[in-house]
């Protein structure tokens, strides 16, 4: 069974360039992506009270969702491996001729690969599906897609314990990327109410995420949270999508800073970051930790 002691606490970072001088802005990154080598970021907090609660269960088998690169399954099926459970990925898409790393990575540690079509994936939540998946697979624990449900949100909320402020005074924030916005809400729910949780949403479209933030705090029974909210202006024209402006401004902050990003998740949000301190959405003298919540895993070369 895999326990903390298997993970390293998370280190606060803090990062130093002329923009943040100018400004007078305090930021680090909690380095969630090096808690682990193979269950990199904010998945492992999504998914540690799943496991458990299927362990509590018996359950020799968990199934859970995700598209063809999807760092959850990646992490699921390394977290399985090493609990002892056997892990079975619902992919979103016909099976490609070769797998690509992550779903290679995912086989690789045991994970049983089932392709569906795009249309039956959006169909994921309903029981006869479900009922189908165990005629065929036998009895399985269920977690949704991305690790994303009430454990998940529970799990999250340990983020919080790691936060450390340096400057006494001025307004603090703590920002992440949110793809269903579990994370956000689990560390809404035990944040510090003197500070403010920012979430830079990597989907386009109307702001569908702050509803179901809204829906998992009152299921926590979270009355008087911290204050949040869900900025959906540096989506990029969508999940996954990129261009060269976003590459640049990450290609920028890795020699800065040394520390790696990817397109999907942590390069809109440090975009996003820095576009709010130079339009003056974040105040000078602010205070900022900005979660590193991974999608780097497959990089395992550089541990
Ligand atoms: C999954 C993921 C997220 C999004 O987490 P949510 O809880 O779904 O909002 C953010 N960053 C990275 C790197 C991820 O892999």
């Known amino acids: ?40 970021g904010n998945k492992w907090y999504k998914l540690k009270l799943n496991l458990l609660a299927a362990r509590a269960q018996a359950a020799l088998t968990v199934l859970s969702f ?39 990575f995912a086989q690789q540690q045991g994970m049983t690969l089932h392709f569906v079509s795009r249309g039956d994936y959006r169909n994921k939540a309903d029981p006869e599906f479900t009922a189908a998946l165990e005629r065929r697979f036998g009895p399985f624990y269920l977690i949704p897609e991305g690790g994303s449900n009430l454990l998940g949100v529970q799990g999250s909320a340990e983020i919080a314990g790691h936060l450390r402020w340096q400057r006494e005074a001025g307004p603090r924030l703590v920002l992440m990327a949110c793809g269903t916005a579990a994370t956000l809400a689990g560390v809404v729910s035990a944040a510090p109410s003197g500070c403010e949780v920012v979430g830079i949403s990597v989907l386009k479209g109307p702001d569908s995420l702050s509803p179901q933030v809204s829906t998992w ?87």
Request: net charge neutral.
């Open 1 to 40: 069974m895999l326990v903390d002691s298997d993970f390293s606490a998370p280190l606060l970072e803090s990062i130093d360039d002329p923009i943040l001088r100018a400004h007078d802005i305090a930021l680090s990154m909690l380095r969630l992506d090096r808690i682990h080598p193979q269950i990199s």
């Open 66 to 104: 995700g598209g063809a690169y999807s760092n959850h399954l990646v992490a699921l099926a390394a977290a399985s491996k090493l609990s002892g459970l056997r892990s079975i990925g619902i992919v979103r898409g016909e099976a490609p001729r070769v797998l690509n790393p992550a779903l290679q």
């Open 217 to 303: 705090l009152q299921a926590l029974g979270c009355n008087a949270p911290a204050r949040w909210s869900i900025n959906t202006k540096f989506h990029h024209g969508g999940y996954g999508k990129t261009n060269a402006a976003l590459n640049d401004f990450m290609a920028g902050f890795e020699s800065r800073s040394g520390i790696p990003l990817e397109h999907v998740y942590t390069g809109k949000m440090m975009w996003g970051l820095y576009k709010m301190i130079e339009s003056g959405e974040i105040a000078q003298g602010s205070e900022l930790i900005a979660l590193h919540t991974g999608g780097l895993s497959l990089n395992i070369s550089s541990w």
